[in-house]
Nanobody, 124 residues
Framework: VQLQASGGGLVQAGGSLRLSCAASERTFATYRVGWFRQAPGKEREFVAAISWSGVVTHYADYVKGRFTISRDNARNTVYLQMNSLKPEDTAVYYC??????????????????WGKGTLVTVSS
């Protein structure tokens, strides 16, 4: 499965962006999807995850209440709506997909497929 993340860009603090993760295969609709991010000089960290059905979602504490993950399986696409952006949200954002469900959804190791990332820059 190939994943393509898009929607990044430059935005002022307090602004919004919506990231998209498009998949190349229909089996994507059966996978858990996660968003991670990596800021310059820092390790990649978990942002949000969504179950294959879209019913179950998880968020990192530092984005909870500001970011929303959703999916449209008919379009093979997962979204990350980011509101009230802060300069510390600046990072390359990656989407990932896991064939099997796991309680360890924050761990990169449980994800089988990764996109190339899209850069989000939040200016102060």
């Amino acid at each position: 499965v190939q994943l393509q993340a898009s929607g990044g860009g430059l935005v002022q603090a307090g602004g919004s962006l919506r990231l998209s993760c498009a998949a190349s295969e229909r089996t994507f609709a059966t996978y858990r999807v996660g968003w991670f991010r990596q800021a310059p000089g820092k390790e990649r960290e978990f942002v949000a995850a969504i179950s294959w059905s879209g019913v179950v979602t998880h968020y990192a504490d530092y984005v909870k209440g500001r970011f929303t993950i959703s999916r449209d399986n008919a379009r093979n696409t997962v979204y990350l709506q980011m509101n009230s952006l802060k300069p510390e949200d600046t990072a390359v954002y990656y989407c990932s997909a896991a064939e099997n469900s796991s309680n360890y959804y924050t761990r990169m190791s449980v994800y089988d497929y990764w996109g190339k990332g899209t850069l989000v820059t939040v200016s102060s």
